[in-house]
């Protein structure tokens, strides 16, 4: 069936790294991908989407590129904040309503 | 506009008791979802309702979980009994009826569900 694999957590990262949170898809036809952003003590936002091989979704300084070769949607973002930290969830939808999402990839940002 | 709401945020509850939790959609969003997060794993798909109707329940993982969506308006998840295995959080999702598009599932801040 269809699956997200991301990468294990936690990461941790210092004011101003560079951040990528990898993540990989198994899916029959052609999925929609996301990013969904849990921050301490909110519920899940949709954080950017991409719809169709190749294109590119962003937001809040983070990007993440549609790349159906390698059947993957890694997150990055050149510069992060102590606003940051939060957990990341990579997700798809396939042709219904169900969204398939990750295990959750937990951020912290120290300052 | 009024986002997802659940509620409660946060029970607590001993094995065997019933708890019930309720998710109040974006008003004029007929699709309605149900999702929880066990032991830090990922999100699993519970069910999904259009209006009043299930569409898919196919995640629901047993018969001690029982889903309400009377009126198409709020829904509620009632656990009877309680097991330990249930604890996690449990999210709900709403989003419009647009046909032909993609409809965007807007997320509640979820119930964190301790079963002791």
């Known amino acids: 069936g269809d699956s997200v694999t991301q990468m294990e957590g936690p990461v941790t990262l210092s004011e101003e790294a560079f951040l990528t949170i990898n993540c990989t898809y198994t899916?029959?036809?052609?999925?929609?991908l996301f990013w969904y952003v849990q921050y301490p003590g909110e519920g899940l936002q949709l954080l950017l989407k991409?719809?169709?091989?190749?294109d590119k979704g962003s937001n809040k300084g983070f990007e993440a590129t549609y790349r159906k070769e390698t059947t993957s949607f890694h997150l990055e973002k050149g510069s992060v904040q102590v606003s940051d930290s939060a957990v990341y969830f990579c997700?798809?939808?396939?042709?219904?309503?169900?969204?398939?999402f990750g295990a959750g990839t937990r951020l912290f940002v120290k300052a | 506009e009024a986002g997802v709401t659940q509620f409660p945020s946060h029970s607590v509850i001993e094995k065997g008791q019933t708890v019930t939790l309720r998710c109040d959609p974006i008003?004029?969003?007929?699709?309605l979802y149900w999702y929880r997060r066990v032991m830090g794993k990922e999100i699993k798909f519970l069910l999904h309702?259009?209006?009043?109707?299930?569409?898919?329940e196919s995640g629901m993982p047993n018969n001690r979980f029982l889903a309400e969506r009377t009126g198409g308006t709020y829904s509620t998840l009632k656990v009877q009994p309680a097991e330990l295995e249930d604890s996690g959080v449990y999210f709900c999702?709403?989003?419009?009826?647009?046909?032909?598009?993609?409809?965007?599932?807007?997320f509640g801040p979820g119930t964190r569900l301790t079963v002791l």
């Open positions: 999702a709403s989003s419009q009826e647009l046909a032909g598009t993609y409809n965007e599932q807007f």
């Open positions: 899916a029959t036809g052609y999925p929609s």
């Open positions: 991409a719809t169709k091989a190749d």
């Open positions: 997700a798809l939808i396939t042709g219904g309503f169900k969204t398939i």
């Open positions: 008003s004029g969003h007929d699709n």
């Open positions: 309702f259009v209006k009043e109707s299930k569409q898919d």
